[in-house]
């Protein structure tokens, strides 16, 4: 989908990645977290473009370049020196980094009932707590396990995204005493990424029969072209766990005039031939810097979650 341009103006923001240090040959790397907020990106002022609540258009080469400081001369500002400053070492170690910028607003629950839960990156590091919590919650699980994939949102092409090669991999390796094939068409994908809860301010732009709302339970994402790779089969899977965890089901296919979105499910359907589905709790603005959920579908979705780790539906 990409993100949400408008939504990162005015926002006090942090940055943290990863740093890589030469070493005598070899490469180590480290984290790196700045924590407090280190640069922003000022809106235009309304009066210096007429414009602004109109037809704006952002161009991002131009409009997003984040401010960090205000500086005399260039070479007052090095960022390797304020980098190395941050890791407690010297600008030579520091060959190359990987950082993203980050809002550092923490996340609040919002609504006169305590509704809401807002926060950044609730797509998807919601789910991917959920599902840590679920493998948690059950001590005796076996043959459980749970993937956590980067690079989803820019294409799932990488080393450790869901289209390169770590999950079969790993599978491959955690079969090794049994039969890799058997485990293969015996097992079942759920695959958990938020899906989009009926905004009240745009309703129309879900279809009439599926608008899943927040706090009304897990969402079973269905897209006849297979950008949901759940089926009828294992659609029917996660409805009787739903059952037998109490657990309502909402549904969502988008309307056939516009696009929905992808997730990793059906790119590891389609490399491991895995039975997969789409799930996912219901959220507003989806890829903005500040997401809106609902306060008890984690816990449904949870509920779910634990159901499924006793394995005992196929
Ligand atoms: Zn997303």
Same mark, same amino acid.
């Given at each position: 989908?990409?993100?949400?341009?408008s939504t990162w103006f005015d926002r006090?923001?942090?940055?943290?990645?990863?740093?890589?240090?030469?070493?005598?040959?070899?490469?180590?790397?480290?984290?790196?977290?700045?924590?407090?907020?280190?640069?922003l990106i000022p809106n235009l002022a309304i009066?210096l473009d007429?414009?602004a609540n109109?037809?704006r258009?952002i161009?991002?080469?131009?409009e997003?370049?984040?401010?960090?400081?205000?500086?005399?001369?260039?070479? $007052?500002?090095?960022?390797?020196?304020?980098?190395?400053?941050?890791?407690?070492?010297?600008?030579?170690? +520091?060959?190359?980094?990987?950082?993203?910028?980050?809002?550092?607003?923490?996340?609040?629950?919002?609504?006169?009932?305590?509704?809401?839960?807002?926060?950044?990156?609730?797509?998807?590091?919601?789910?991917?707590?959920?599902?840590? $919590?679920?493998?948690?919650?059950? $001590?005796?699980?076996?043959?459980?396990?749970?993937?956590?994939?980067?690079?989803?949102?820019?294409?799932?092409?990488?080393?450790?995204?869901?289209?390169?090669?770590?999950?079969?991999?790993?599978?491959?390796?955690?079969? +090794?005493?049994?039969?890799?094939? *058997?485990? *293969?068409?015996?097992?079942?994908?759920?695959?958990?990424?938020?899906?989009?809860?009926?905004?009240?301010?745009?309703?129309?732009?879900?279809? $009439?029969?599926?608008?899943?709302?927040?706090?009304?339970?897990?969402?079973?994402?269905?897209?006849?072209?297979?950008?949901?790779?759940?089926?009828?089969?294992?659609?029917?899977?996660?409805?009787?766990?739903?059952?037998?965890?109490?657990?309502?089901?909402?549904?969502?296919?988008?309307?056939?005039?516009?696009?929905?979105?992808?997730?990793?499910?059906?790119?590891?359907?389609? *490399?491991?031939?895995?039975?997969?589905?789409?799930?996912?709790?219901?959220?507003?603005?989806?890829?903005?810097?500040?997401?809106?959920?609902?306060?008890?579908?984690?816990?449904?979705?949870?509920?779910?979650?634990?159901?499924?780790?006793?394995?005992?539906?196929?």
């Amino acid at each position: 989908g990409g993100v949400l341009l408008s939504t990162w103006f005015d926002r006090d923001l942090s940055l943290a990645g990863r740093v890589a240090i030469a070493n005598e040959g070899a490469v180590l790397t480290e984290l790196v977290d700045f924590k407090r907020p280190v640069g922003l990106i000022p809106n235009l002022a309304i009066h210096l473009d007429r414009e602004a609540n109109g037809s704006r258009k952002i161009n991002p080469h131009e409009e997003l370049p984040m401010i960090l400081s205000r500086a005399e001369t260039d070479a $007052e500002l090095d960022f390797k020196d304020l980098l190395a400053r941050e890791l407690d070492r010297s600008a030579d170690d +520091i060959s190359a980094f990987e950082l993203c910028a980050y809002p550092v607003e923490s996340a609040q629950v919002v609504g006169l009932n305590q509704e809401f839960l807002t926060s950044a990156r609730l797509d998807n590091l919601l789910s991917c707590f959920i599902a840590t $919590e679920a493998l948690l919650n059950n $001590e005796d699980a076996e043959g459980v396990m749970v993937v956590f994939n980067d690079h989803e949102e820019i294409g799932s092409v990488s080393t450790g995204g869901a289209d390169g090669p770590f999950l079969e991999s790993v599978l491959r390796r955690a079969t +090794i005493d049994a039969d890799f094939e *058997r485990v *293969r068409v015996n097992s079942l994908m759920v695959s958990i990424d938020n899906a989009h809860g009926v905004h009240p301010n745009y309703a129309s732009k879900h279809d $009439e029969g599926h608008r899943p709302l927040l706090n009304e339970g897990p969402v079973v994402k269905v897209n006849a072209n297979h950008r949901y790779a759940t089926t009828a089969i294992t659609q029917s899977v996660i409805e009787q766990a739903a059952e037998r965890a109490d657990v309502p089901l909402q549904y969502f296919s988008s309307r056939a005039d516009l696009g929905c979105g992808s997730t990793i499910g059906p790119i590891t359907a389609g *490399r491991l031939g895995i039975d997969t589905i789409d799930l996912g709790c219901p959220q507003l603005a989806m890829h903005s810097a500040r997401e809106t959920c609902g306060t008890k579908d984690p816990e449904l979705m949870l509920q779910l979650l634990t159901q499924l780790t006793q394995r005992d539906l196929m």
